[in-house]
């Protein structure tokens, strides 16, 4: 009988999707507590099954090795929950009360899960509980060749949510998984986000679904080892990453960078741990299996042990053999092993000086890792600063593997299975996804100001220079900005013309100490005066004097007053006095009666 496997998985989805999304409208009630206790719940079966389903993986997918594959899930099962907990996820989760702003947790709903082929018990165990934990239901879609081992994880987590209270439905996972059914599950009316891992392709695919999206992309991991570094201890800790799980993880080790000084050493403490050094040929045999079109790695080859990965090459090993170690003459297209390998073959590439290593990795990354991670061992901590400002990676990781780095297993960053590369790869986060990329938070905010208070005047710091000022060419801005207000050439007003105006300006001038030849004009007085640009302004905060101004013997009138005057003031914490006879521009008046700096008054 024939039948339609696309078809089927679609109608499936659709299904699980609607249940999920029902479940979801119950489980939205439920309060942080309740949250926790299920999230516990699943998580204490997940740890119980760890090794059962860790053998079921490399079983089915014939990737990795089972004591890694229990590593990551206890990572996922025990690492994570403890990490969550305390974290507030439901109803309110933060207030700021000086703000007087209150935060609510906003569930998005039903998340998709796509699992890949290289992780998938772990990874399923990571993306249960943090949608979950944000008060989500998820529908995960395995791999087609780890879909037996997907699915018996999801049923433990399942079962155990639903026994300690969860909504029936909540969890649900795809058993008829294809690539159309995969499409129809990101496309569906009821799914909110995907949460996607797995190849370029099904990123990709995530993120032109039309829905919000968190996708990763590869890998290809450079490690600098400095010279102020231990290389005994360097190249134990970079092997221990670069064989976790048979290098499966995205961020596995992929490429040694070193001075060239360091050569020899380094050389000496990868085969006193069992590295295999490959010739020449070795080399290129290698190259050419792994890669058989551009950068993609041969999935024969992925998560496979150093021997098996000889023989295919063409060449045997030692059965001590720890890793496939490959030296390389330059980074790209022209030198395939540059490039992420998903299994226990590292690279070298010695360079002439600490700047030439940094170069390197960034090379390394742009050919096919921007945005994941990196790693430097350094006892400089000025080197692994400078490393971690210039290099393209979202996780840079300082003496440490960076399998177990990146994940939050050696470091402080976020346990996690999902690790996104940032905008420069096409990704929607450059974090390792945790609950709160699950949620969306809306805010209750109280009124805390008026309309009109809300752009208070921006004040500049005074602008007066030390320069030479022409006096005749001030004297003669003021009296064209009298004429603007209808008192042309020849008229007095209040007794001022030209000259009377030019009299006032050389006391001006003089009593700032400012010498009146020379043909620049560097003061804004609020007219038509040429300017010197002015400065990004800033916010003024009126000081508060330490000790109270020393009291004025005699009021002093001034003749002409400008907005940089009453800045002055404001700033001096002192009076304007003017009089009848006083000039003041429009500008420095507003200002001045604004803050209450200047006063009428008489000789």
Same mark, same amino acid.
């Given at each position: 009988?024939?039948?339609?496997?696309?078809?089927?998985?679609?109608?499936?989805?659709?299904?699980? $999707?609607?249940?999920?999304?029902?479940?979801?409208?119950?489980?939205?009630?439920?309060?942080?507590?309740?949250?926790?206790?299920?999230?516990?719940?699943?998580?204490?079966?997940?740890?119980?099954?760890?090794?059962?389903?860790?053998?079921?993986?490399?079983?089915?997918?014939?990737?990795?090795?089972?004591?890694?594959?229990?590593?990551?899930?206890?990572?996922?099962?025990?690492?994570?929950?403890?990490?969550?907990?305390?974290?507030?996820?439901?109803?309110?989760?933060?207030?700021?009360?000086?703000?007087?702003?209150?935060?609510?947790?906003?569930? *998005? @709903? *039903? $998340?998709?899960?796509?699992?890949?082929?290289?992780?998938?018990?772990?990874?399923?165990?990571?993306?249960?509980?943090?949608?979950?934990?944000?008060?989500?239901? !998820?529908?995960?879609?395995?791999?087609?060749?780890?879909?037996?081992?997907?699915?018996?994880? !999801? %049923?433990?987590?399942?079962?155990?949510?639903?026994?300690?209270?969860?909504? +029936?439905?909540?969890?649900?996972?795809?058993?008829?998984?294809?690539? +159309?059914?995969?499409?129809?599950?990101m496309r569906h009316k009821h799914t909110a986000l995907i949460l996607s891992t797995g190849g370029s392709g099904i990123v990709k695919a995530a993120y032109s679904s039309g829905k919000p999206a968190?996708?990763?992309?590869?890998?290809?991991?450079?490690?600098?080892?400095?010279?102020?570094?231990?290389?005994? %201890?360097?190249?134990?800790?970079?092997?221990?990453?670069?064989?976790?799980?048979?290098?499966?993880?995205?961020?596995?080790?992929?490429?040694?960078? &070193?001075?060239?000084?360091?050569?020899?050493?380094?050389?000496?403490?990868?085969?006193?741990?069992?590295?295999?050094?490959?010739?020449?040929?070795?080399?290129?045999?290698?190259?050419?299996?792994?890669?058989?079109?551009?950068?993609?790695v041969n999935a024969d080859c992925v998560g496979q042990d150093p021997r098996k990965i000889a023989q295919m090459a063409g060449f045997s090993v030692a059965d001590s053999t720890t890793v496939l170690?490959?030296?390389?003459?330059?980074?790209?297209?022209?030198?395939?092993?540059?490039?992420?390998?998903?299994?226990?073959?590292?690279?070298?590439?010695?360079?002439?000086?600490?700047?030439?290593?940094?170069?390197?990795?960034?090379?390394?990354?742009?050919?096919?890792?921007?945005?994941?991670?990196? @790693?430097?061992?350094?006892? %400089?901590?000025?080197?692994?600063? +400078?490393?971690?400002?210039?290099?393209?990676?979202?996780?840079?990781? *300082?003496?440490?593997?960076?399998?177990?780095?990146?994940? @939050?297993?050696?470091?402080?960053?976020?346990?996690?299975?999902?690790? @996104?590369?940032?905008?420069?790869?096409?990704?929607?986060?450059?974090?390792n996804v945790t609950p709160l990329h699950l949620i969306n938070t809306k805010r209750l905010a109280w009124a805390v100001r008026k309309p009109e208070e809300a752009f208070p005047p921006r004040l500049?710091?005074?602008?007066?220079?030390?320069?030479?000022?022409?006096?005749?060419?001030?004297?003669?801005? $003021?009296?064209?900005?009298?004429?603007?207000?209808?008192?042309?050439?020849?008229?007095?007003?209040?007794?001022?013309?030209?000259?009377?105006?030019?009299?006032?300006?050389?006391?001006?001038?003089? %009593?700032?100490?400012?010498? #009146?030849?020379?043909? *620049?004009?560097?003061?804004?007085?609020?007219?038509?005066?040429?300017?010197?640009?002015?400065?990004?302004?800033?916010?003024?905060?009126?000081?508060?004097?330490?000790?109270?101004?020393?009291? #004025?013997?005699? !009021?002093?009138?001034?003749?002409?007053?400008?907005?940089?005057?009453?800045?002055?003031?404001?700033?001096?914490?002192?009076?304007?006095?003017?009089?009848?006879?006083?000039?003041?521009?429009?500008?420095?008046?507003?200002?001045?009666?604004?803050?209450?700096?200047?006063?009428? &008054?008489?000789?």
């Open positions: 009988m024939l039948q339609d496997n696309d078809l089927l998985s679609i109608q499936e989805v659709r299904a699980k $999707v609607d249940k999920a999304w029902n479940a979801w409208h119950s489980y939205r009630g439920f309060n942080q507590q309740q949250v926790d206790t299920i999230v516990e719940a699943m998580a204490f079966a997940a740890r119980g099954a760890a090794l059962r389903l860790a053998e079921m993986a490399v079983e089915e997918t014939g990737y990795g090795r089972v004591k890694d594959k229990v590593a990551k899930n206890m990572l996922a099962a025990d690492l994570l929950p403890r990490r969550m907990q305390g974290m507030k996820t439901i109803g309110i989760i933060r207030e700021l009360p000086d703000e007087r702003v209150v935060e609510i947790a906003e569930p *998005v @709903g *039903v $998340v998709a899960a796509i699992l890949p082929t290289t992780n998938p018990t772990s990874t399923a165990i990571y993306k249960t509980l943090i949608a979950l934990k944000a008060g989500n239901a !998820i529908v995960h879609s395995p791999h087609p060749r780890a879909k037996a081992c997907s699915c018996a994880t !999801i %049923d433990v987590l399942s079962r155990a949510a639903t026994a300690a209270g969860a909504p +029936e439905g909540i969890i649900q996972c795809v058993t008829q998984a294809t690539m +159309e059914g995969t499409h129809e599950l968190y996708g990763v992309g590869p890998g290809n991991v450079p490690v600098l080892v400095d010279t102020t570094a231990n290389v005994s %201890d360097s190249v134990t800790k970079i092997l221990s990453g670069k064989t976790f799980d048979f290098g499966t993880l995205c961020s596995s080790e992929q490429t040694l960078v &070193a001075e060239k000084k360091l050569r020899e050493p380094i050389l000496a403490a990868l085969t006193s741990q069992g590295a295999h050094l490959c010739d020449a040929s070795q080399t290129t045999a290698l190259g050419k299996l792994l890669f058989r079109h551009g950068t993609t170690i490959a030296e390389l003459g330059g980074i790209g297209a022209g030198h395939p092993l540059s490039a992420e390998k998903l299994s226990p073959v590292l690279s070298l590439y010695f360079v002439d000086d600490f700047n030439k290593a940094v170069e390197a990795c960034q090379a390394i990354l742009r050919f096919g890792g921007l945005g994941h991670t990196c @790693g430097i061992y350094t006892e %400089d901590e000025a080197k692994a600063r +400078e490393y971690g400002r210039l290099m393209p990676a979202f996780r840079v990781l *300082v003496n440490t593997p960076t399998p177990q780095g990146s994940t @939050g297993i050696t470091t402080n960053v976020f346990p996690a299975m999902t690790l @996104g590369c940032g905008a420069m790869a096409g990704n929607s986060t450059g974090d500049e710091e005074p602008v007066l220079s030390s320069q030479s000022v022409n006096k005749d060419a001030v004297a003669s801005a $003021v009296e064209r900005y009298l004429s603007k207000r209808g008192l042309t050439d020849g008229q007095v007003a209040a007794g001022l013309n030209q000259a009377s105006v030019s009299s006032i300006v050389d006391r001006f001038l003089a %009593d700032r100490g400012m010498p #009146v030849s020379s043909p *620049v004009v560097a003061a804004d007085c609020g007219c038509d005066l040429p300017a010197k640009p002015k400065p990004e302004p800033s916010t003024f905060v009126a000081p508060t004097p330490a000790t109270p101004p020393p009291p #004025v013997p005699k !009021i002093e009138l001034a003749d002409f007053v400008c907005e940089n005057d009453i800045r002055q003031a404001i700033n001096q914490g002192r009076k304007i006095y003017i009089g009848k006879k006083s000039i003041v521009t429009p500008s420095a008046r507003d200002l001045g009666i604004q803050y209450d700096v200047l006063v009428v &008054a008489e000789r």
